[in-house]
């Protein structure tokens, strides 16, 4: 079945240092990918995504590329602040049809950025 | 507008008991979904509706799971005789429809069970 595989950290970082958190996949056709953010003490929340190869989404300085090649789907950003401090998941949405309607997320990384 | 919306926000039971998550989509979606958030296993898909229909039941964890949508609104998860490894966040969220990949999934704040 389709599966995320994603760094679960922590990871800590420093303010102004440079991100980048690692997901890669195993699906069946072509998945949507995703990135969702739960911020503490909030509901997870659709950070950007991508539908097709080759596809960048990106929002809030973050980006994220969709590379079939190498099935990854890695999140970036240049310069991280202490407000980027949350749970990140990388999640994929497989083609319509049965069970696969559903959101399969990786296990989330916990991203720690100290002042 | 408003968002998804789930009640209660916490709930601690006793095992055996029987509990009803409630969650309120936003107005006008006709998909919504159903996850559960544990220490062990990470994000789960439970099970989703189309309108007042649920295609597929298989990723209920047991037949003591059941779930229901009324009027193409508001949805109800049950968990029958609760064990301790039912203790998770549950997770609703809803999206305007159900076709098209990269349709965005908006999640409500969850409901906390716990089981004792």
């Known amino acids: 079945g389709d599966s995320v595989t994603q760094m679960e950290g922590p990871v800590t970082l420093s303010e102004e240092a440079f991100l980048t958190i690692n997901c890669t996949y195993t699906?069946?056709?072509?998945?949507?990918l995703f990135w969702y953010v739960q911020y503490p003490g909030e509901g997870l929340q659709l950070l950007l995504k991508?539908?097709?190869?080759?596809d960048k989404g990106s929002n809030k300085g973050f980006e994220a590329t969709y590379r079939k090649e190498t099935t990854s789907f890695h999140l970036e950003k240049g310069s991280v602040q202490v407000s980027d401090s949350a749970v990140y998941f990388c999640a994929l949405r497989g083609p319509s049809g049965g069970g696969a309607d559903g959101l399969t997320f990786g296990k989330g990384t916990h991203l720690i950025i100290q002042p | 507008g408003a968002g998804v919306s789930q009640s209660p926000s916490n709930k601690v039971t006793e095992k055996g008991k029987d509990v009803e998550l409630r969650c309120d989509p936003i107005?006008?979606?006709?998909?919504l979904y159903w996850y559960r958030q544990s220490l062990g296993q990470g994000l789960e898909f439970l099970i989703y509706?189309?309108?007042?229909?649920?295609?597929?039941k298989s990723g209920l964890p047991s037949d003591r799971f059941s779930a229901e949508r009324t009027g193409g609104s508001v949805s109800t998860l049950t968990i029958q005789r609760t064990q301790q490894e039912d203790s998770a966040v549950y997770l609703c969220?809803?999206?305007?429809?159900?076709?098209?990949?990269?349709?965005?999934?908006?999640f409500g704040p969850g409901t906390r069970l716990l089981v004792l």
């Open positions: 991508a539908t097709k190869a080759d």
């Open positions: 107005s006008g979606h006709t998909a």
């Open positions: 969220a809803s999206s305007l429809r159900l076709a098209g990949r990269g349709e965005t999934q908006y």
């Open positions: 699906a069946t056709g072509y998945p949507s």
């Open positions: 509706f189309q309108g007042n229909s649920a295609p597929d």
